[in-house]
């Protein structure tokens, strides 16, 4: 079997280790392609900002023609952190790493498929509206890079986001709105086994309010989650302190206020029963976005899909992406699926089929837009 452009670049960006932070090799051998092709690719400042070696790398071409809709396209070059080496391997039309841990198609495969539609476009002369690429770090680590790229750099107001394990065809209309925060529990040390009766556990007070949290999936909408905790410092001390993180997440906000509002109320039950102070610090996340069908970058979509003849599928989504960043900064980013599957695990593939189709895929969305007025 011939091996096409995209699966050559797939195969080379998988196997770079790219975990949050640490995308300087790989973001090296993209500009290196892109330079190829006559583009100039810049690298913003962000990368001291967001702790990144790296910053946001963008790189543009020009309408060939006066009309039509500017298109972005971003994708993200980190990936979740490797437990071990990255050895792709194409096996039955599938691609996946024979080493036991991430392929890295969560999402180096996104990227081959952008920077090979913009190689056909250049290759070909093909007529369009404006073609912006965006490559962003850190995205698995809270969408950091995107957060601090300027958008205002952009001349496309419409963009996609290719970050969906489903099948091509299935659109992301709905994603949720996030919110974080961070509980420690005061108490009083006291020596456990000579003074038991004069501590204060924190630990239990925090074992408490878990407890009585409503966790996992609460509706078809919302979920909640405790993710990290830690305390005390010795066994034979009533611990003094102790805190955990926790997150909800709806395509509701009110939704989400509501549970969070409970869990804050939770909280502060169980510090008063274990006669503890307690200190809650809450924060955004990301906010949430809902997309109509007679949306332009859903219309677009439709239309890409019928070109290349695929299954068209509306979903919402509990996960987060760019997407969510350029949406709650007044552009239109849409997140297609880009056929991936088991990502963030060793069983993590993609179909080389599905990688060649994202290509076309593109390519139908820069023609689309081509003819439509934003």
Avoid at 14 to 40: F, K, N, Q, Y
Avoid at 147 to 166: N, P, Q
Avoid at 346 to 357: N, R, T
Wanted: a negative charge; proline letters at 5%; hydrophobic letters at 40%.
């Amino acid at each position: 079997m011939q091996t096409s452009q995209a699966l050559r670049l797939f195969l080379e960006l998988a196997a770079i280790p790219s975990p949050p932070g640490s995308e300087r090799a790989v973001a090296d051998r993209v500009t290196a392609e892109l330079r190829e092709l006559g583009l100039e690719v810049d690298e913003d400042a962000s990368g001291s900002e967001t702790g990144s070696e790296i910053g946001n790398l963008y790189a543009a071409l020009p309408a060939t023609n006066g009309g039509g809709t500017p298109l972005f396209f971003c994708a993200h070059l980190d990936t979740v952190p490797p437990q071990g080496p990255i050895e792709p391997v194409v096996e039955d039309g599938v691609v996946r790493n024979s080493a036991g841990t991430i392929l890295g198609a969560d999402n180096k495969a996104a990227v081959a498929a952008m920077v090979e539609a913009v190689r056909r476009v250049v290759r070909e002369g093909r007529p369009h509206a404006g073609i912006e690429l965006l490559l962003t770090p850190k995205e698995e680590v809270g969408l950091i890079g995107a957060t601090a790229f300027d958008e205002s750099r952009l001349v496309s107001r419409v963009g996609y986001v290719y970050d969906m394990a489903a099948p091509i065809g299935t659109l992301i209309m709905a994603a949720p709105y996030s919110r974080k925060f961070d509980v420690r529990f005061h108490g009083k040390a006291a020596h456990s086994g000579m003074y038991p009766e004069e501590g204060r556990s924190a630990i239990a007070a925090a074992a408490r309010a878990i407890a009585d949290f409503r966790l996992g999936r609460l509706d078809d909408e919302t979920t909640a989650n405790v993710g990290t905790i830690e305390g005390g410092t010795a066994t034979n001390i009533i611990p003094e302190w102790c805190s955990f993180t926790a997150e909800a997440r709806s395509l509701d906000e009110r939704k989400l206020a509501n549970v969070v509002e409970e869990m804050l109320e939770v909280a502060t039950f169980a510090a008063s029963l274990a006669e503890c102070d307690v200190e809650t610090e809450l924060r955004d996340d990301y906010r949430g976005y809902r997309f109509k069908r007679d949306d332009l970058p859903v219309r677009l979509a439709l239309s890409a899909f019928e070109q290349t003849g695929h299954e068209v599928r509306f979903e919402t989504t509990g996960g987060a992406a760019d997407a969510n960043v350029f949406n709650e900064r007044g552009l239109q980013c849409l997140n297609l699926a880009n056929g991936m599957a088991e990502i963030h695990t060793p069983d993590e593939h993609i179909a080389v089929d599905d990688l060649d189709a994202m290509v076309e895929v593109t390519l139908a969305l820069i023609d689309a837009a081509r003819d439509v007025e934003p």
